[in-house]
């Protein structure tokens, strides 16, 4: 019965050539314009999910000191218990690791590769060293030693390429190297490329940095392992492997919050400092998403009913043809297989035609200056294209054929043949 639909569907299109033209022609817009307009709206929803997923997507987490304490680490008299007990000032009223406004105890950086390697939750995490300390001319400096390597590290927690307004930024193992921040270098009448003292050791000023406001800020800033061995030298017993920040990269921040929990539980007693503003963030792309899923349904609609105005137009002309074939005997079974058969064959030509065409006008205008976001094609995405429209063509003709179809074929012969 299929086949004998199929071909008596093809002799009835290359005996109507004009109208079957006309209707292919009035499908193969629709599809184009279905394509092209979805299309925006997927890409224009990627541009703003990459933005808004980024948004606020860095948080801290220190273990605050107990209060009274001038020691940083929690103390402990048993050192095989806490073997950062040592791990103290040698001059703990004037200097102490710390993250605002309170004196941290320290976290072993076999935790900050615990909370890295959880990649579902987690783009990266770094351990951060934040140090005060009381110089030999009696001023307070602030040090942050940070991973010039590591993202979670320079992409905006603590300092990132962009914040440098003179000089160079600093590179992964360069030891002697600092950037000072740009109010410190002002009161402190430091200049790029001088040595600026800091204890008993120089460091070249590589850069001056402006780095607003941010979480873990420093007045002068230097290669963790650099910063490591500067602290080691303030305090009672050597620096082991232990940090007291950890910069986390959440992957979206739609999961920051199921992120931040589960930190909590992996360090015990810990606080979260954070941006507030991933919360609405989040919210948005929740809209933008149900937004971006009604208006492709109207598209969807919209389509099926220009096409469903071809299918009408096309049968209304062939009103008493039907009317024939029913007289002769044709079934309405008969009648419907054969129209939804012309209306298959016509949609998958102006689906191939029709997404083909809009995926060479989106390549070949210059949307990206027109609409201010990127388009990134690629043969992968432009052949999902072709699928979508290939598909949304089927779907939709088959859609807009049934209703004509069934008219035709519920139509009584006689009044079929008055027509």
């Known amino acids: 019965m299929i086949s004998d639909a199929l071909t008596c569907a093809v002799r009835e299109l290359r005996r109507r050539k004009v109208r079957t033209a006309i209707t292919i022609m009035g499908n193969l817009l629709a599809v184009m314009a279905m394509v092209i307009l979805a299309s925006l709206l997927v890409y224009s929803r990627s541009s703003k999910d990459t933005v808004l997923n980024n948004l606020g997507t860095h948080f801290l987490a220190y273990i605050p000191a107990p209060a009274g304490m001038n020691t940083t680490p929690r103390p402990n008299a048993d050192k095989a218990e806490d073997p950062t007990a040592g791990m103290v000032p040698k001059d703990p009223e004037n200097e102490c690791f710390f993250s605002d406004p309170a004196r941290n105890s320290l976290i072993p950086l076999a935790a900050v590769a615990q909370i890295n390697a959880n990649k579902s939750l987690v783009l990266s995490a770094s351990g951060f060293l934040l140090y005060r300390l009381k110089d ?43 950037l000072l921040e740009e109010g410190f270098a002002l009161v402190r009448q430091a200049h ?17 940095v402006r780095p607003g406001i941010r979480p873990a800020k420093a007045d002068v800033y230097m290669d963790r392992e650099a910063a490591h061995e500067l602290i080691s030298t303030r305090l009672r017993q050597p620096l082991g492997p232990y940090v007291n920040i950890v910069i986390v990269e959440v992957a979206s921040s739609e999961i920051q919050t ?26 948005v792309m929740n809209m933008g998403r149900q937004s971006m899923g009604i208006l492709l349904i109207i598209i969807f609609a919209g389509t099926i009913l220009l096409m469903s105005r071809t299918h009408w137009t096309a049968i209304n002309e062939r009103w008493r043809e039907i009317g024939i074939l029913k007289a002769i005997g044709w079934t309405n079974g008969q009648v419907v297989s054969q129209i939804m058969m012309e209306a298959l064959l016509q949609s998958a030509i102006a689906g191939l035609l029709g997404g083909l065409t809009g995926v060479l006008v989106l390549a070949s205008l210059p949307l990206q200056g027109f609409l201010g976001f990127d388009i990134l094609f690629s043969p992968r995405n432009s052949l999902h294209m072709l699928i979508v429209g290939l598909l949304l063509s089927l779907i939709s003709g088959l859609l807009s054929a049934a209703a004509p179809a069934l008219a035709a074929a519920r139509q009584n012969p006689t009044v079929s043949l008055r027509h």
Not at 146 to 151: M, R
Not at 192 to 208: R, S
């Open 136 to 178: 030999v001319d009696g001023e307070f400096v602030t040090i942050g030693g940070f991973d010039p390597a590591n993202p979670a590290a320079v992409n905006g927690a603590s300092l990132q390429q962009s914040d440098i307004i003179s000089g160079n930024f600093i590179q992964p193992g360069q030891k002697g190297l600092c």
């Open 192 to 208: 790029l490329g001088e040595n600026f003292p800091i204890g008993e050791k120089l460091y070249k000023i590589a850069g001056i």
């Open 258 to 283: 199921k992120t931040v929990s589960w930190v909590k539980t992996l360090i015990p007693g810990c606080m979260i400092d954070t941006y507030a503003c991933y919360e609405p963030a989040a919210k």
